[in-house]
């Protein structure tokens, strides 16, 4: 029997099926963008020059901005990401709001051909940047909304979500979402915004987060929340006005 490729692999997955766009599936059809923007800096991701320059030079330099000198950089965050989750030859990993696909690429080469790592995002000039680039023949794009994912229950090994989650609209609802397609014992690990307890630098910071469209979580605020829907292992990493927060499915 001939082996099934990536794609196949990916639509067995999904509770509905997704239309072949410009070398991805695609679940939003005519829709411009998955739900309206929520601020500045999502309306920034949605245009067709940021993804251009997103992975070599936007990410890193925001990146830097937020983690501050002693956080990681974005190779270093590509590593973390991937120790993490422990992913292993074979798995499923999923990357929500992969971009141009660099995490996606990574988990990719770690699951190896017989393994599957599908890059998730809801705007089509970052996905046909990221089709573009080369990588392992595991790798996979989806066109999908990142808060209500269109995976059956239980189905993926591992979740990423970096730099993303506190420009969702939905953020608590998204978290549901990745519980209910990890599998039992998956993991997750996500990079999101992290309000400082200093009162001058959260007001700052809070109102930082208003302009841009972002939201700023409170540390310890999603390790809560991983808890509650029933993560253990939970570790918890801060540099600057970021977390990197990772835990376990029981």
């Known amino acids: 029997m001939p082996t099934k490729t990536a794609t196949e692999r990916l639509e067995a997955l999904l509770e509905t099926p997704a239309k072949t766009g410009d070398g991805y599936l695609d679940l939003l059809g005519t829709a411009a963008q998955a739900g309206p923007p929520t601020g500045l ?62 995490f996606t690429r990574a988990f990719g080469a770690t699951v190896g051909p017989a393994g599957l790592a599908v890059g998730l995002d809801g705007a089509r000039s970052m996905l046909d940047k990221a089709v573009a680039e080369p990588g392992p023949d595991s790798v996979v794009y989806l066109r999908a909304d990142a808060v209500h994912l269109p995976f059956k229950t239980s189905t993926v090994d591992g979740i990423c979500c970096f730099a993303a989650l506190h420009m969702f ?51 310890g605020e999603i390790a809560a929340s991983l808890r509650a829907r029933g993560f253990t292992g939970i570790t918890e990493r801060y540099a600057g006005v970021t977390q990197i927060v990772a835990g376990r499915l029981s």
């Open 41 to 102: 800096t999502q309306r920034l991701m949605r245009t067709t020059l940021l993804p251009q320059v997103y992975e070599r030079y936007w990410r890193p330099a925001l990146g830097r901005a937020l983690k501050g000198p002693f956080g990681p950089s974005m190779a270093g965050e590509v590593r973390l990401a991937t120790k993490l989750l422990a992913l292993e030859p074979g798995g499923t990993a999923l990357d929500v709001a992969c971009g141009t696909g660099r």
């Open 169 to 219: 609209a939905e953020p608590e609802t998204a978290l549901d979402s990745f519980a209910r397609v990890l599998k039992p014992g998956g993991r997750i690990v996500l990079l999101t915004s992290a309000r400082r307890s200093w009162q001058p630098a959260r007001i700052a910071e809070t109102v930082g987060g208003i302009l841009s469209g972002q939201r700023m979580f409170d540390r």
